[in-house]
């Protein structure tokens, strides 16, 4: 069986591939035209162990929000995809990742439902280089979640330098999606009372 997903999305603003492959080695090949968007995405598949590739082309000469929304919507649903039916995985998973003096807590259910709980530290700087825009972190995982249909709750209790905050997420997201979509000997079928996920 393989976990793949493959998605193309293109509108007057954007186009995009994602492809994912849940059960890959964390090769990672993104292009999306904004760099510290780019290094979160690496972190994704890195530490996700998924083969990841994005390839986004979009109105830069505006901003990168649309970039960004669209690519994530794209890879939430190439990861729905990819999980197919989710039988036999764990479904529930967390992770707390440091990265100095931030601390990136984060909580999934593969559940089938989109919910996203967010809190970062207060005071963030607005900008990380030249083109994302800090307030764009909740909006990733919201695209992504409300696509790819699972709860995440994510949490940063403490934090300065915004890079750390963000990346330290991102890093975080990457070990408790890997956890949640791995097999568990003991689950056989859909892990739910319901039968479906």
């Known amino acids: 069986m ?4 493959r998605v193309e999305r293109g509108t007057g603003e954007t186009q995009v591939l994602v492809e994912i492959d849940l059960d890959g080695t964390g090769q990672v090949d993104v292009a999306t035209g ?9 972190q994704l598949g890195k530490h996700g162990s998924f083969d990841l590739t994005v390839k986004t082309t979009g109105d830069l000469h505006i901003d990168s929000h649309h970039t960004i929304e669209d690519t994530a919507i ?13 039988s036999g995985i764990r479904r529930f998973a967390d992770a707390s ?9 984060v909580t ?8 996203l709980v967010h809190v970062e530290p207060d005071g963030m700087a ?6 994302y825009d800090t307030t764009m972190t909740r909006h990733i995982l919201e695209s992504f979640v409300s696509n790819a249909r699972v709860a995440l709750h994510v949490h940063v209790p403490y934090g300065r ?5 963000v990346e330290a997420q991102f890093k975080a997201l ?11 000997p003991k689950v056989h079928g859909i892990p739910s009372t319901k039968g479906a996920l």
């Open 2 to 5: 393989t976990r793949k997903g």
């Open 34 to 42: 904004v760099g510290f968007f780019d290094h979160m995405l690496a």
């Open 74 to 86: 794209a890879l939430g649903a190439a990861f729905r995809e990819a999980l197919g039916d989710k």
């Open 97 to 105: 990742i440091p990265l100095d003096e931030a601390l990136a807590q």
């Open 108 to 115: 999934v259910d593969v559940s089938g439902r989109p919910y």
């Open 126 to 131: 607005p900008m990380i280089g030249p083109e």
């Open 161 to 165: 330098n915004a890079h750390h905050i």
């Open 174 to 184: 990457a070990r408790a999606l890997r956890d949640a979509v791995a097999f568990d």
